[in-house]
């Protein structure tokens, strides 16, 4: 399991650095550490796991869908303030997962 310093700021209401599962095919899980500042941008993109847009005649991932990105940073209680900088975290992961997503 990997772990993380404690860097003592306890005003920080985030979880520590947590250990994933990785990969999506062949069974096969790596860990991998979530760094704090990171951390709301990976729980966003995991709820919106059930959010994408699939072309209806060949099957191919065509990305997020974007209202309910909007409806999700909403629901889950995310700072409006903080709403564009994790847009463009989800933009970086939806880019490394159609790739793998699209993959024969």
Do not use: C, K
Not at 27 to 50: C, H, K, M, Y
């Amino acid at each position: 399991m990997l772990g993380a310093e404690d860097d003592g700021d306890a005003d920080d209401d985030r979880p520590p650095p947590q250990p994933s599962p990785g990969g999506r095919g062949g069974g096969r899980e790596e860990d991998f550490l979530i760094l704090p500042e990171n951390w709301d941008s990976v729980q966003v993109f995991l709820a919106l796991n059930t959010s994408w847009r699939i072309d209806g005649f060949n099957g191919i991932y065509l990305g997020l869908d974007r209202p309910a990105i909007e409806s999700t940073l909403r629901l889950m209680g995310i700072a409006a303030e903080r709403h564009r900088e994790i847009l463009e975290d989800l933009r970086i992961m939806e880019s490394a997962a159609l790739g793998d997503l699209n993959r024969e």
